[in-house]
């Protein structure tokens, strides 16, 4: 390597293996999702030792044994520099109050590094380290060490990437045809258990996942007039909300199938629905351009929010941790507002393209955003707002959402009939499902099978996915 600033990106070359330390941290960060990992490479090329030492321990997943082995390996590093360059006193300091301290029982290797101090002419380190580029590429083995102290060597971090990756869901194993008219909406419950489907021919199916995986009908929700546009799992999965497009909410009991309260409004409509995380009241999306609390069980209206920017509340959902309500403001069909309910605060986000749909991370950390020319942004909405990641390579205005082991694979539909999947942290494209014959309106993951994902279409059907390891259990279609 030259200077941090050269042309020339440091690489290494393994059996079969070739990428340079930019590619290493990304796949790094797919198995440690850790900001501090690109920190921790720069500082080591950089031979910048006590700073890289202090960011190695805030490198999540990593026990205090590694930490303390690769820290005697930094060190070791730095003392040796320092003897080369004749900075004695720095040097005995370095060994007596930094590594010694480490309490690290390797008499043969304190005795090593004393005798260097005497003779340090008879080391390869200070031959090899007369010139700028040796101690570079000293420091460029250092981290391939450090990677292996780390448990996080090159084929390791290799195989765990593709690891993942065999994860994600690859075979269809069945195929749900109940509904008369294309899927609108597809969501699984909280604990995985079941799966609520909506469609436009104004019926909502619920789904039981069986023990071995089979999905089966549990009940056929009627009575909304319109297509069901928007589904939301209470935090127990007792109860289901329903709202038909620009027309009622309906709250159902899952264990009798009965619906038990309706929610309307006189003179307006409602368009989406969401639950407060401690399920005594529920959120509506109204057309005309408010958002209204609800209590649960009375149905009385107790607070209602409207914004002059707003011209219409296509979509909602509510964070699990804060009470968040995050609304879709389409003033300029682009833009999304945090809103908190309680602090009155606000956020927004504005994209170059028209928003079709959003939906939340489990932790209500992380907003994806699917737009009208296909792209998908991801944005962390946790304290500071930012941007993410783009994804790219499919042409969609479908329901989009996070998802599978680890919440490491991002999955849409496709006008293309397809499902695509791609690997959150790296971005890539790493699967493309076939087997529906329209266009793929929505997809969602189970929560707590990591390996089941379901997609609807406009073939009436619902597609359910699986990965390695379920792809010999293909069941008949339902």
Not at 56 to 66: M, Q, V
Not at 320 to 341: A, D, H, P, Q
Request: hydrophobic fraction near 35%; glycine fraction near 8%.
């Amino acid at each position: 390597m030259g200077s941090m600033g050269d042309d020339k990106t440091p690489r290494k070359r393994g059996k079969g293996v070739e990428y340079d330390y930019e590619t290493l941290g990304k796949r790094m960060k797919s198995v440690v999702d850790d900001d501090n990992v690109d920190s921790f490479i720069r500082l080591i090329l950089e031979g910048n030792w006590d700073e890289s030492i202090s960011v190695l321990r805030k490198i999540s997943g990593t026990d205090e044994n590694a930490i303390k082995s690769a820290s005697q390996e930094i060190l070791e590093h730095k003392y040796f520099g320092l003897v080369c360059e004749n900075k004695i006193l720095n040097a005995v300091d370095t060994l007596t109050n930094e590594i010694v301290p480490l309490d690290i029982n390797d008499r043969a290797r304190h005795e090593k590094l004393c005798r260097f101090l005497v003779f340090p002419e008879k080391d390869s380190h200070v031959k090899s380290s007369s010139k700028k580029s040796k101690l570079e590429d000293h420091n460029k083995k250092l981290l391939d060490e450090l990677f292996k102290l780390l448990a996080l060597p090159e084929r390791r971090l290799v195989d765990s990437y593709h690891g993942v990756i065999d994860h994600a869901p690859s075979e269809r194993l069945q195929v749900l045809q109940e509904h008369k008219d294309k899927i609108c909406f597809l969501r699984f419950s909280h604990s995985g258990k079941y799966l609520a489907s909506s469609s436009a021919d104004c019926i909502v199916i619920v789904w039981e996942v069986m023990l071995d995986g089979r999905v089966s009908l549990k009940h056929t929700l009627c009575g909304h007039q319109k297509p069901v546009s928007c589904i939301s799992w209470s935090p127990s999965d007792a109860q289901l909300l329903t709202c038909g497009l620009d027309e009622v909410v309906r709250r159902w009991d899952i264990e009798s199938g009965q619906c038990v309260h309706i929610y309307e409004k006189s003179g307006v409509s409602l368009v989406s629905c969401a639950w407060s995380p401690d399920a005594k009241y529920i959120f509506c999306g109204v057309n005309d351009k408010s958002v209204c609390m609800w209590d649960l069980e009375e149905g009385k209206e107790l607070e209602c929010w409207k914004d002059s920017l707003t011209s219409g509340i296509s979509d909602l959902g509510i964070s699990s941790n804060e009470r968040e309500i995050i609304v879709t403001s389409v003033c300029k069909e682009n833009m999304i507002k945090l809103f908190g309910w309680e602090s009155k605060s606000e956020k927004l986000i504005e994209e170059d393209q028209t928003v079709t749909s959003f939906s939340l991370s489990e932790d209500g950390k992380l907003l994806l955003i699917s737009l009208s020319n296909g792209e998908l942004h991801l944005w962390n909405i946790d304290g500071f707002v930012r941007q993410l990641a783009k994804y790219k390579g499919n042409k969609c205005v479908s329901r989009s959402c996070i998802g599978g082991m680890e919440h490491a694979f991002i999955a849409s539909g496709s006008e293309h009939s397809q499902v695509y999947i791609w690997h959150r942290q790296s971005g890539e494209l790493i699967s493309k499902l076939v087997g529906h014959c329209g266009a793929v309106n929505c997809v969602n993951w189970n929560p707590t099978n990591p390996n089941m994902l379901a997609s609807g279409s406009d073939d009436c059907t619902i597609c359910i996915w699986g990965g390695l390891s379920q792809g010999k259990m293909k069941y008949h279609s339902s």
